[in-house]
């Protein structure tokens, strides 16, 4: 498969009054082939977001971000604003954690989703119109030509969500960045968000990256994940390989924490501690302090990502005896 | 899971978009009696404004020209509001005051609203060391009470209605640029502002479509209450002798014209002191419920 989107060595630094104060991203590599949906998970705080973000150029001010984020070939860091306009919204684009409050509340919905046609494919009023209407249908909303007409605080979440999408899709991206697209609605209507992107993803073929921090929604969802933990990718694998046998104690204590898969009546297993928040790297694997396979070795050499087995990684010392 | 997935939600059972601006202003003045009575007395004013020469029973003595024998009569059929020291009728002049009222005050909100709405937005969106600097100039106007400014620079311009507009709009601008700011720094932050970069917009379109669309609610609710402040602030400047001078009939130098015989001919300020009064009520209603037809949020 080959990659559309290939970040590389991406590192994202915060910083104030200049001097840098965390550093968020620490060195993120990862690949999206064409078609493909790649999952990232991890804790919050652990970068997922940000690194959603970088890719479509939509750091806050304070961050800077280094390394090489190649999209069609192109370094997206490198492009002028210009540039970056085309990308954003035509060929990448992005649905957001909470519906409710990514439409802007003056406007219809229709309107905004067909000002996105309009600047990217520079489609007239009528056309733009029968667009916006055919693609809040391929949307799964009933009757588009009047929910068009609606203002975004008289449609519920699920279908404010769905509108989102179709604003996402209206341009056929070949990319699209989802940002725990199904947190904010409710568990029902969250499982028809994904079948309605994963139908979506077979029929238009775009590639997606879908963060979130639930396992199970992203095994189902995705072809592939990847799991940052302190701003680095830990562990990548085909779903259902990471799944069965994951070679990285994180991997496998955030399983041992999904609710699915734990005893009725037992209180749910959690991964102990917090996330390292250090400004410098203490020396040694940033997993070690909450690990339950911790050695000398891990205190004090930090494990590269290296191959496990037919394009699964892990960054552990350990990762043969898991 | 056993939901019938994939299945669309069910739409709410009124399956009606509330609809627009004319939509929601019809609403607001079914509902309202405040809306009801803000705006009949606006559009009565503009009305009497518009069609003052052929509504006043005397349009010559409404333009300033003297009857002296009939000076100072009391109100009667002849003369509903009386007539005043020059033998003017009352009425007529309360009728032609309408115009110079409506008129500064619309033109002093719209120059202050124009300067300090766009530099609010700019201040509120870039932030940083422009915002610090357009801030702290407004700080240096808002550090008077506004009539007091305007009396300090209209008393240096000379008295004429034409500077105690200029005056009004130099003290009122700063009040546009904070609010707008206020209202642009809250915005920033919104998710839907986000969305819009995300899609590819651009910022100057961002600040001209989003930001300013969201914004006006609140500008707009306070530049009608504004009107009303202005007509006021133009009396007290009429009145102290600072702004329109004779012969021209405006409310707060016919109020300050009868001061000295309000004992005995009250008659002389107490018309165009009710005509002062009722506008400034007539706008404050007004920008009461213009929120609610303003907000596509409200009343659904």
């Known amino acids: 498969m080959s990659a559309l989107l290939e970040i590389d060595d991406l590192r994202v630094d915060f910083s104030r009054d200049g001097r840098v104060t965390s550093h968020a991203l620490r060195g993120v590599s990862l690949a999206v082939g064409v078609g493909e949906a790649v999952g990232v998970v991890g804790e919050t705080g652990c970068g997922k977001t940000l690194t959603g973000l970088s890719v479509l150029r939509m750091l806050p001010d304070n961050a800077h971000a280094t390394g090489r984020i190649s999209f069609d070939g192109r370094n997206l860091l490198g492009l002028s604003p210009r540039e970056l306009r085309s990308i954003r919204g035509g060929r990448i684009s992005m649905v957001f954690q909470s519906p409710g409050t990514s439409f802007n509340p003056v406007f219809t919905v229709g309107h905004q989703i067909g000002l996105v046609a309009s600047k990217h494919l520079g489609t007239g009023k009528k056309e733009t119109e029968r667009l916006v209407s055919e693609t809040l249908h391929a949307v799964g909303l009933p009757n588009p030509d009047s929910v068009m007409r609606f203002y975004p605080h008289e449609l519920s979440g699920g279908m404010l969500q769905r509108a989102m999408i179709a604003m996402a899709i209206i341009c056929r991206p070949s990319l699209l960045i989802a940002d725990e697209p199904t947190t904010a609605l409710d568990v029902t209507i969250a499982q028809q968000i994904l079948r309605l992107l994963r139908r979506l993803q077979r029929e238009q073929g775009f590639g997606v990256f879908f963060i979130s921090h639930d396992l199970d929604l992203v095994s189902d969802f995705c072809d592939r994940i990847a799991v940052l933990y302190a701003g680095r990718v830990i562990e990548t694998g085909k779903a259902e390989e990471l799944l069965r046998r994951p070679r990285h104690p994180y991997t496998r204590a955030l399983l041992e924490a999904l609710p699915g898969r734990a005893e009725p009546g037992a209180s749910l297993p959690t991964v102990p501690g917090t996330v390292p928040t250090e400004l410098d790297d203490a020396p040694g694997c940033p997993f070690a302090p909450r690990c339950p396979l911790v050695t000398e070795l891990c205190r004090q050499e930090r494990p590269p990502l290296v191959d496990v087995g037919s394009g699964h990684t892990a960054a552990c010392h350990r990762s043969d005896d898991l | ?300």
């Open chain 2, 1 to 300: 899971m056993s939901v019938t997935l994939d299945s669309p939600e069910q739409l709410p059972p009124a399956y009606r978009s509330t609809g627009g601006i004319s939509r929601r202003a019809y609403r607001v003045l079914r509902r309202e009696r405040a809306a009801q009575v803000g705006a009949s007395i606006i559009v009565l004013l503009v009305f009497v404004a518009l069609t003052a020469p052929i509504l006043a029973p005397y349009p010559a003595q409404g333009r300033g020209v003297a009857d002296v024998p009939a000076r100072d009569l009391a109100p009667s059929w002849q003369h509903l509001f009386g007539t005043d020291h020059l033998g003017r009728d009352i009425l007529s002049r309360v009728i032609f005051g309408a115009r110079p009222a409506l008129g500064v005050s619309l033109v002093v909100v719209l120059m202050a609203m124009l300067i300090g709405v766009p530099l609010g937005m700019i201040a509120g969106y870039r932030g940083g060391w422009l915002d610090e600097t357009l801030m702290r100039i407004t700080d240096l106007f808002l550090a008077f009470p506004p009539l007091l400014l305007a009396i300090v620079i209209s008393a240096l311009l000379g008295p004429s209605l034409y500077h105690a507009a200029i005056a009004l709009v130099i003290s009122w601008w700063p009040w546009y640029a904070r609010l707008s700011r206020t209202v642009t720094q809250s915005l920033r932050q919104a998710p839907f502002i986000d969305a819009a970069r995300v899609f590819g917009v651009r910022e100057p379109v961002i600040l001209a479509r989003h930001v300013l669309r969201n914004s006006t609610t609140p500008i707009l609710v306070q530049a009608t209450v504004d009107l009303g402040t202005v007509i006021l602030a133009v009396g007290a400047l009429a009145f102290l002798g600072l702004a329109s001078q004779p012969p021209l009939a405006d409310w707060g130098l016919m109020v300050a014209d009868g001061r000295e015989t309000i004992q005995t001919e009250w008659w002389i300020s107490t018309f165009p002191g009710i005509a002062i009064f009722v506008t400034v009520l007539g706008f404050n209603l007004l920008g009461d419920v213009l929120r609610d037809v303003l907000d596509p949020r409200s009343g659904s």
